[in-house]
C-alpha cells in the first residue's frame, strides 16, 4: 500500500538567505526504490536543497514529508536516525581519527551503543569487521589503518560513501559524490552507486555533473535553476526538453 | 602486509594479535609495577614527607585525567575544574565539623554529597553555557570559580572563612590511632588512610580509562575531531558533552574528598583558589593531553618539583654560602620551574606521555617496514 507514498517529498520548499533565494518553492517527490539525479548549473541551489532535506539547514518556507511523515521541524542527527543519510559535497570526515574508526563510528551510531561507557569500544568486533567489509566495498580496504587526513581527496570521498552506507540509511543523498576524483576512479564509485541502487534496498538522490554517465543510471533527473525546479521527469525527455538544453546543456556547457 | 591467510582480515589479524600480547603489554606491566611500587611505599622509604607527596601525586594525577576527559578528549575548555575539587574538600570537611564529632558515616555520607553536589553544579553548568561559543563557556566557567572561591572566603558561619576547617577523622583514622607494628612498620590512622587513597584513586582512575576507551568515549572523541560530522551521523553531541561534563566534575569533587581524608584540612586557598586550578592546568601540559597516562607523569613532576627542588636550592645556599650569584639564583627556584616548564612545552609539544607515545609509535611504523 505504501508504494503509491512517495519516499521523500518536499512541498513548495524555500530558503532564503538574506535577499537570495537560493531555494525556490521546490516540490520534489522521490519514489521508493528509484534513483533520481539533480543537475543544474553552479550555484542552482543542489547543496542547499540537500542541507534542506538533510536537516543541516531550516527552511524559511515549505514542508518536507519522509514516508507521509511531516519532517520540517526535526534536526539533523534525528532525520539520520529515520534513515536519511547524506554525503557532503566538501568532504567532511573524522581527520585525526584512521579510516577504520571513521566507518566504525558511524556502524556504532546505528547499532544504538553509543551511550554505553562501561565496556571497552573493542568488545564489539563485529562493528570493526563490517567497518572493513563496508571500506572493501568502496575500494578503500589497503589504507583502513591509515589516519584519514592522509588520504588524498579521491580516498576521502571514498570514505565518504563508506561512512553513508554504514549508517545504512534507507535515502542516500549524494551531493558529487566523484568530484575531486581521478578520472580513473569516477568509473569504479559510480559502478558502486549502480550496485546500490540494482540490490533494490535504497533510494539515491545524487547530484552529479557527468551527464552521460547519470543518463544511464538514472530513473528520473530533476533540473534546478536559480533555486527552481524547471523540470523534473525521465531522463529521455529531460535531454530533450528545450529548456534545459538552453539552461544547462548549452549555457552551462562547462558542467557537462 | 599483504595477508596469507584469505579467511582473516587485516582488521582480524590485528585484533587477534592484540589478544593475544594482551597480558604481555608493556604498558600493563608498567602499571603493576606502579601500584606495587604504591602500595610497598611506606616500607620501602620510612620518611612521612614521601608518603605525603605519593598521596598527593595519586589524588592529583585522578584530578587531572579528570580535566584531560574535558579538555583532552571532549575540547571542553573550563575553568570551574578546581571549584569541583574544592566542592568535594568542603563536603567531607564541613560534614565533619559542622556535626561535632567525626563519625564513620560521615565519610559515605561526605562522597555522596560530594557526588551529588557535582551532579547538580555541572548539570547547571552545562545547559547554561555549554551551548555557548568556546570563548564565553571559559569566562563563564572562571566567573562560576571565582563565585565560589569568594563564597568559601565570606560565607565564614560555614566555612569559617580564610582560617579554613581542620578536623579529625573517625576510629582507626585519626591520627591519633596506632595498632601495633606489622613488618616494622607502626599501622596507624596515616598509614590506613594512605590505603584508602590508593584504592580510591587506583579505581576512579581505571573508571577514566575505562570511559575513554568505551563506545562513549569515542564519540567524545569524534566531537573533538569534527562536531557537526558526529551530528550527521546521528549523535547527539550535547548530551556527550554533558556526560563528560558531569563525569569530569564527580571524579574531580571524590578527589576533593580525598584530598581532605588525607590532609585533614581544607581551606580556600588549598583547595578553592585559582592557583590549584593553574596547577591542574600545568600539570596536564606537561604530562600530556589526551593520554590519562600523562596526567600521572604531569601531577608527579610538578608535586616532586615542588617538594624537592625548592629544598635543594635552599641547600646549596647552606653548603656555598660564599657564591653570592648561586644563592641568589637559588632564590629564584620558581624562575627554574618556569624555564623547565617552557622547555617541556618546547621539547615535547605533546606532553612527556604523548611525545613518548609518539616516538613509540614512529619506531612501530619502522620495524613494520
Ligand atoms: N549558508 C549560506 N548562506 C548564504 N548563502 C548561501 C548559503 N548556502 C548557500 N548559499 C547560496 O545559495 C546559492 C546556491 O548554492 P548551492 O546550493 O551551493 O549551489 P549548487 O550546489 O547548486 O552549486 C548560492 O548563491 C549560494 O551562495
Ligand atoms: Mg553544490
Known amino acids: 500500500m505504501a508504494a503509491a507514498e512517495p519516499l521523500i517529498r518536499s512541498q513548495e520548499l524555500t530558503v532564503r538567505f538574506g535577499g537570495n533565494v537560493a531555494v525556490n518553492r521546490v516540490s520534489l517527490a522521490v519514489e521508493p526504490y528509484t534513483l533520481k539525479s539533480i543537475i543544474g548549473p553552479n550555484g542552482a541551489g543542489k547543496t542547499t536543497l540537500f542541507n534542506l532535506l538533510s536537516g543541516q539547514y531550516r527552511p524559511t518556507g515549505g514542508r518536507i514529508f519522509f514516508k507521509g511523515r511531516d519532517i520540517t521541524g526535526l534536526n539533523a542527527a534525528a532525520r539520520t536516525h529515520l534513515g536519511i543519510g547524506r554525503s557532503f559535497q566538501l568532504t567532511n570526515i573524522f581527520p585525526n581519527l584512521t579510516v577504520l574508526e571513521n566507518v566504525r563510528l558511524a556502524l556504532q551510531s546505528r547499532a544504538g551503543i553509543s551511550y554505553i561507557f562501561w565496556r571497552n569500544f573493542r568488545a564489539y568486533p563485529e562493528l570493526e569487521d563490517r567497518a572493513y567489509e563496508l571500506l572493501q566495498r568502496v575500494l578503500l580496504e589497503g589504507r583502513w589503518d591509515a589516519v584519514a587526513s592522509t588520504l588524498t581527496h579521491g580516498e576521502q570521498r571514498k570514505l565518504e560513501i563508506a561512512i553513508l552506507l554504514a549508517l545504512d540509511p534507507e535515502l542516500l543523498l549524494l551531493d558529487e559524490p566523484t568530484a575531486g576524483m581521478s578520472l580513473e576512479e569516477v568509473p569504479a564509485i559510480l559502478e558502486l552507486i549502480r550496485d546500490i541502487k540494482d540490490a533494490g534496498q535504497r533510494t539515491i538522490l545524487l547530484v552529479e555533473h557527468k551527464f552521460d554517465m547519470i543518463m544511464s543510471l538514472s530513473d528520473s533527473i530533476a533540473v534546478l535553476k536559480e533555486g527552481r525546479l524547471i523540470c523534473d521527469d525521465a531522463p529521455e525527455v529531460v535531454s530533450c526538453n528545450p529548456e534545459v538544453l538552453e539552461a544547462y546543456l548549452g549555457g552551462g556547457a562547462k558542467d557537462a | ?369
Not at chain 2, 24 to 52: K, Y
Not at chain 2, 327 to 339: E, H, K, M, N, S
Request: hydrophobic share 60%.
Open chain 2, 1 to 369: 602486509m599483504a595477508d596469507q591467510h584469505p579467511p582473516q582480515t587485516p582488521v582480524q589479524a590485528q585484533r587477534a594479535q592484540e589478544a593475544a600480547g594482551r597480558y604481555t603489554r608493556a604498558g600493563l606491566w608498567l602499571q603493576v609495577i606502579l601500584l606495587v611500587l604504591l602500595a610497598l611505599e611506606p616500607w620501602l622509604v620510612s620518611s612521612f614527607r614521601v608518603m605525603d607527596v605519593a598521596a598527593k601525586v595519586m589524588i592529583f594525577a585522578v584530578l587531572v585525567a579528570s580535566y584531560d576527559l574535558l579538555l583532552g578528549y571532549t575540547g571542553i575548555f573550563s575553568l570551574a575544574h578546581a571549584m569541583f575539587f574544592g566542592l568535594g574538600a568542603y563536603s567531607l570537611a564541613l560534614i565533619i565539623h559542622h556535626a561535632g564529632a567525626p563519625l564513620w558515616y560521615h565519610l559515605p555520607l561526605a562522597a555522596l554529597l560530594a557526588t551529588g553536589l557535582a551532579v547538580l553544579v555541572s548539570l547547571v553548568v552545562a545547559f547554561f553555557s555549554l551551548r555557548l561559543k568556546a570563548l564565553f563557556f571559559v569566562v563563564m566557567t572562571l566567573a562560576l570559580a571565582q563565585f565560589a572561591d569568594i563564597l568559601s572566603i565570606q560565607w565564614h558561619s560555614l566555612t569559617r572563612g580564610e582560617d579554613g576547617v581542620s578536623f579529625k577523622l573517625p576510629g582507626l583514622l585519626d591520627v591519633g590511632w596506632s595498632g601495633g607494628k606489622l613488618w616494622g612498620l607502626t599501622v596507624n590512622g596515616r598509614l590506613l588512610t594512605y590505603y584508602i587513597v590508593l584504592a580510591a584513586a587506583a579505581l576512579l582512575f581505571v573508571g577514566l580509562v575505562r570511559f575513554v576507551r568505551s563506545p562513549a568515549g569515542r564519540v567524545l572523541k569524534s566531537i573533538r575531531d569534527n562536531e557537526q560530522r558526529a551530528t550527521a551521523l546521528g549523535y547527539k553531541t550535547f548530551n556527550y558533552q554533558i556526560l563528560a561534563n558531569v563525569f569530569g566534575a564527580v571524579v574531580a569533587s571524590l578527589c576533593g574528598v580525598l584530598y581532605a581524608l588525607w590532609v585533614r584540612f581544607v581551606g580556600p586557598e588549598s583547595v578553592m583558589s585559582t592557583a590549584i586550578m593553574l596547577n591542574i592546568l600545568l600539570m596536564l601540559i606537561i604530562g600530556g593531553m589526551g593520554t590519562l597516562y600523562g596526567s600521572i607523569v604531569g601531577a608527579a613532576f610538578i608535586l616532586v618539583a615542588e617538594s624537592w627542588l625548592a629544598d635543594g636550592l635552599r641547600a646549596v645556599k647552606v653548603f656555598l654560602p660564599d657564591l653570592m650569584v648561586l644563592q641568589r639564583l637559588a632564590d629564584r627556584w620558581i624562575l627554574y620551574f618556569g624555564v623547565l616548564f617552557v622547555l617541556v612545552v618546547i621539547f615535547f609539544p605533546k606532553g612527556l606521555v604523548g611525545s613518548a607515545r609518539e616516538i613509540a609509535a614512529r619506531r612501530r611504523a619502522r620495524v613494520r617496514e
